[in-house]
C-alpha cells in the first residue's frame, strides 16, 4: 500500500546549495509529475514525464531538473537553491486522470 | 494565467448543511475534471471526477456539476461533516488529447462547524 513516497519529508538548505527530491512509485504508473504548492495558490507543475527516459518542463520548471531512469523512480534536483524555491513540493504518479500523491516536501531556502 | 479558478478562497458551513464549492475554467480544450481533496501536512487526495460529455456525477455525499457553456462546474457536499474540513482543489485535463497533466485553482478551505 504504499503508493507515491517522497522524501524527505522537510528540508532547510542555505541559498546556493543543491539537494534531491526523491520520489518513487509502486504503481507502475507511465505518467509522473513534480508539482510546488505555495501559500494561498493551488499546485503548479514543474516537470512531468510520460514514461522512463522521457520529461518535460511544466509551467515553473526554472532552478529545477528531473530524470527518469525507472518506471518507479522521478527524483526533482535543485542546484543552485534560492529562497524563491522555499515551498512544498508534491510529487504524483498516474494511469490516466486519477493523480496519486505523495505525502510532500516541505523545503525552506534561507 | 491561471485557466483555473476558485474565487472563494474558504467557506464555513454548519454541521448537516450543503456545502458548494465553486470553479470556473478559461480554456476551452478541458475535458475532464477533478476535484482533489487536501488535509494539513498531507498530498492532496482524489474525490470525484467528472467528464464533459456529462452534466452532473454523484458519489455517496459529493456531487459534481458541470455547466460547459458557462465553464463552470461545483462541488456539492451534503450533508456537510466535521472531516470534510480540508481544503479542496478543482483541476482539469485534457483527457481526449492523452494530456493528463492537471491544471489546478488555487484552493478552498472548508470549515464545518459543530
Known amino acids: 500500500n504504499a503508493g507515491v513516497t517522497q522524501t524527505p519529508k522537510f528540508r532547510i538548505l542555505k541559498i546556493g546549495q543543491s539537494m534531491t527530491l526523491q520520489c518513487t512509485q509502486d504503481?507502475?504508473?507511465?505518467?509522473m509529475y513534480w508539482y510546488r504548492q505555495d501559500p494561498g495558490m493551488g499546485l503548479k507543475l514543474i516537470y512531468y514525464?510520460?514514461?522512463?527516459?522521457?520529461?518535460d518542463k511544466g509551467e515553473v520548471p526554472n532552478g529545477y531538473n528531473v530524470s527518469r531512469s525507472t518506471t518507479e523512480d522521478f527524483p526533482l534536483r535543485l542546484e543552485l537553491a534560492a529562497p524563491s524555491q522555499t515551498s512544498v513540493y508534491f510529487c504524483?504518479?498516474?494511469?490516466?486522470?486519477?493523480?496519486?500523491f505523495g505525502q510532500g516536501t516541505r523545503l525552506t531556502v534561507v | 494565467d491561471q485557466q483555473v479558478k476558485q474565487n472563494s478562497p474558504s467557506l464555513s458551513v454548519q454541521e448537516g448543511r450543503i456545502s458548494i464549492l465553486n470553479c470556473d475554467y478559461t480554456?476551452?480544450?478541458?475535458?475532464?475534471f477533478l476535484w482533489y481533496k487536501k488535509y494539513p501536512a498531507e498530498g492532496p487526495t482524489f474525490l470525484i471526477s467528472?467528464?464533459?460529455?456529462?452534466d452532473k456525477n454523484e458519489d455517496g455525499r459529493f456531487t459534481v456539476f458541470l455547466n460547459k457553456s458557462a465553464k463552470h462546474l461545483s462541488l456539492h457536499i451534503v450533508p456537510s461533516q466535521p472531516g470534510d474540513s480540508a481544503v479542496y482543489f478543482c483541476?482539469?485535463?485534457?483527457?481526449?488529447?492523452?494530456?493528463?497533466?492537471?491544471?489546478f485553482g488555487a484552493g478552498t478551505t472548508v470549515t464545518v462547524r459543530a
Open positions: 480554456n476551452s480544450m478541458f475535458d475532464y
Open positions: 504503481m507502475n504508473h507511465n505518467y
Open positions: 504524483a504518479s498516474s494511469y490516466t486522470d486519477e493523480a496519486f
Open positions: 467528472i467528464s464533459s460529455i456529462k
Open positions: 483541476a482539469a485535463i485534457r483527457y481526449r488529447r492523452n494530456d493528463y497533466k492537471l491544471s
Open positions: 514525464s510520460v514514461g522512463a527516459g522521457i520529461t
